[in-house]
């Protein structure tokens, strides 16, 4: 890629977005992972790829050497999305109506890593490198929680001086400096099961337990502190003429700091079932910590803004995403994550998913002058 241009960077998009990868069909997914190896293979990485396990795709893995060596940069990106397979032939095919390139994962995140090995893939063409060694990670469930993951993401976080995410920005091209954690916790209560009619107080309900249940974690929602909790899902009982024996809940939380995120977890594993009776277990389940901007972080930011006033744009802000990435992971571990990274548009999970096109070129060289910057004495990193 010698000159970076808006119809070859969309064509690039189209490549990527035209591979179905729902995160449920490792087969998709690992089509997918081939795509980006070959890619890989092209700016000269050495590659890992690990054998996906719990019936997810690969996880792969490219290192780039930078001038200087040591600690680098982590680009993440997931290569899953949410649309299964046949999207692309019935209600998101991809199509550009105006500014506006629309199909399944164009915006989260198929765009953002299209452009950021664009970004590398330009450096190479014009006889240069990062300045820090850059190693490209690609996830194949992120859009799951990251389950199989996580360890992963984590072990090699650690490894590197700092991490840039290239999910998709904001509003307008925010970028995203901090994180709110989310979690599920999984609720069961067990009651005793008896015949409705002849020998109803014999029973314990394990659906009454839980309704109260319900009532006290709904209770601890704060809008004034960003504190959420929803019971998303709750499934009981086998018959109406029973007294239910069983009854299973899921609850979805978002926090806005480890504070609240510890007080959220002592306040749930704390619950004691309303009836002596019945038993109550509490398990969590997938999970992402909550992160806060840091002063490295805030530094990434500033520097960013800087190189995109060079380039000739403006950095519209930063913004605290309520959603999660797998930047929560890196950025709850203290290493500087730089988040939103990718392509500006909107509609993420939706058939209306798009990105815009006029941005493409610029966010491409805004992600080149970082690879080229980053580390060097005087930029951020
Ligand atoms: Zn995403």
Redesign the pocket.
């Known amino acids: 890629m010698q000159t970076l241009t808006s119809d070859g960077l969309l064509d690039e998009v189209r490549s990527w977005v035209e591979i179905e990868s729902p995160t449920q069909d490792a087969a998709a997914v690992n089509r997918m992972a081939d795509f980006v190896e070959a890619r890989l293979r092209a700016l000269g990485a050495t590659i890992e790829r690990q054998h996906g396990t719990d019936g997810f795709g690969d996880i792969l893995i490219g290192r780039l050497p930078g001038e200087q060596n040591g600690p680098g940069i982590l680009l993440l ?2 290569i899953d ?1 949410v649309h299964p397979v046949g999207t692309l032939a019935g209600p998101l095919p991809f199509r550009v109506e105006g500014d506006r390139a629309y199909g399944p994962g164009i915006y ?2 198929k765009g ?1 890593n299209a452009i950021a090995l664009s970004a590398l893939a330009h450096l190479r063409a014009t006889g240069r490198r990062p300045h820090l060694p850059v190693t490209v990670m690609m996830i194949p469930d ?2 799951v929680g990251s389950p199989s993951s996580r360890a992963a993401i984590e072990v090699e976080a650690k490894k590197h001086r700092l991490v840039l995410v290239v ?2 920005s904001g509003d307008g091209g925010r970028i995203t400096i901090a994180r709110h954690g989310i979690a599920r916790w999984h609720l069961r209560t067990i009651g005793r099961p008896a015949h409705a009619g002849a020998y109803h107080a014999a029973g314990r309900s394990a659906i009454r337990e839980m309704a109260h249940q319900i009532l006290a974690i709904e209770a601890l929602t704060d809008y004034d502190r960003n504190f959420y909790v929803n019971i998303g899902t709750v499934n009981g009982g086998t018959h109406e003429n029973m007294v239910p024996a069983e009854c299973r809940a899921i609850c979805y939380s978002l926090v806005p700091t480890a504070k609240e995120e510890a007080e959220l977890a002592a306040a749930l594993r704390g619950l004691k079932a309303h009836d002596p009776d019945v038993q109550l277990e509490v398990t969590q389940g997938i999970s992402r910590p909550p992160y806060g901007k840091s002063p490295a972080i805030q530094a990434l930011y500033d520097h960013a803004c800087a190189l995109a006033r060079e380039i000739g744009f403006e950095i519209p802000g930063e913004r605290v995403a309520g ?1 999660g ?2 930047g929560n992971f890196t950025g709850a571990l203290g290493i500087p994550t730089l988040d939103g990274m ?1 392509v500006i548009g909107a509609g ?1 999970h939706t058939h209306e998913e798009h990105l815009l096109i006029p941005w493409l070129v610029p966010r491409t060289r805004l992600l080149v002058r970082l690879f080229e910057t980053l580390g060097r004495p005087g930029a951020a990193g």
């Open positions: 990106g997931h999305t989260d995140m953002g992120e859009e999910e998709p959603g990435s797998d990718g993420p």
